[in-house]
């Protein structure tokens, strides 16, 4: 049940929009002019709003919106979202749960390892977050910051191999929504700006990061190779990997070597071909 203010009724604490002091801690109703934004916050771009938008409009916001008090406002720890939902459709109250405040490195943390569990920011947003922790001292070496975050080395190393890429490939990163983070990782990882720019291109349309990985592993397996348009098919252990090159475009097969193998690679050839002919983009 929500909380309200000692002598406060509901619509008290709407109409006063709780003039005369803000509670530091607990749940409320608070007008949404007392609510801004947060400027650190990691995520700049808000993709596929039209969903929140529509949902907010039929049920109205569902889980109260994190705050905490910022002067005679209120500054948003969590639910920038849903906070631009509700302006969108014109709502003048939303219920918030109010925390004590937190040092700014706090809650920068905090949000980032939110942002994380959820991949709830772009990559490259994310990864300029990482770097800008590191640059303003939060934190001395990417070791450390792996360690706050709960994040491998290595995992942290990839993340910021992104800021590598050429701007206009992060800006389509930044600005493509459903690019998880293991995609925009590989795709930095790939030493070939081309390849990357159909990786990217290739994402962007929605192509999945398991395929995504077979087209990074197939031009590693061919990288440095002759110029004949046929490669022999390789026989590593108990994999069969049949490749075919034809201007900028590899086909790639791989099956188990086992019974059946020959008649799995001929289906999925099939169905590769209808898949291809049914792709409009290629048109």
Known sequence: MTKLPEGKSR???????????LPKR???IVSIDRLQEDPDNERKIFNNMDDMI???RRHGIIEPITVTQDGERYRILTGHRRFRAAKAVGLTELEVLVREPDDQITRRFKSLISNIQRENIAAVELAETLRSLLDTGAVTTQRELAAQIGKSEQWMSSMLRLLELPARLQEELRN???????MAQRIAQVDDSRLQEELVSAAAAGESTRSIRARIETHRTLHGGGKGKRDAGSR????IQLNHREGNCIATLRAKREPGAREAML?????????????????
Request: overall charge neutral.
């Open 267 to 283: 289906e999925a050839l099939r169905q590769l071909t209808r898949q291809v002919k049914e792709n409009d983009s290629l048109r």
């Open 236 to 239: 590593t252990g108990s994999l």
């Open 26 to 28: 607990g749940r409320f």
């Open 176 to 182: 493509t929504p459903g690019i998880g983070y293991e």
């Open 54 to 56: 529509e949902s907010v």
């Open 11 to 21: 619509l008290d604490l709407v109409k006063s929009g709780l003039t005369g002091g």
